[in-house]
């Protein structure tokens, strides 16, 4: 059974900062693009980040240039660096790997911003 296994919520003030983490089996890892993605109640789960087995980004405009994605290849994790958080940020962040073979989801993880 292929796990995401995600770390890093929790709560923090406007303007601080989270480091998301997200790990999965080397087989799964290496052949995947990884993602990032929010859900907060009654809406749609956006993309919020990706990055392709290469490296290759993508975010969403509300946080490019405060949230940063990075893989660890031989860590088989993928990482959201979320700087300068907002009230909007908060969601429950979830972690996925796409390849044309498979889609598989973390369980999610909460970040809270608040005042």
């Known amino acids: 059974q292929v796990q995401l296994v995600e770390s890093g919520g929790g709560l923090v003030q406007p303007g601080g900062s989270l480091r998301l983490s997200c790990k999965t089996s080397?087989?799964?890892?290496?052949?995947?693009?990884m993602g990032w993605y929010r859900q907060v109640p009654g809406k749609q789960r956006e993309l919020v980040a990706t990055i392709t087995a290469n490296g290759g980004t993508n975010y969403l405009d509300s946080v490019k240039g405060r949230f940063t994605i990075s893989r660890d290849n031989a860590e088989n994790t993928v990482y959201l660096h979320m700087n300068s958080l907002q009230p909007e940020d908060t969601a429950v962040y979830y972690c996925?790997?796409?390849?044309?073979?498979?889609?598989?989801w973390g369980q999610g993880t909460q970040v809270t911003v608040f005042s």
């Open positions: 996925n790997a796409n390849h044309h073979l498979w889609l598989y």
């Open positions: 080397a087989s799964i890892f290496s052949r995947s693009n």
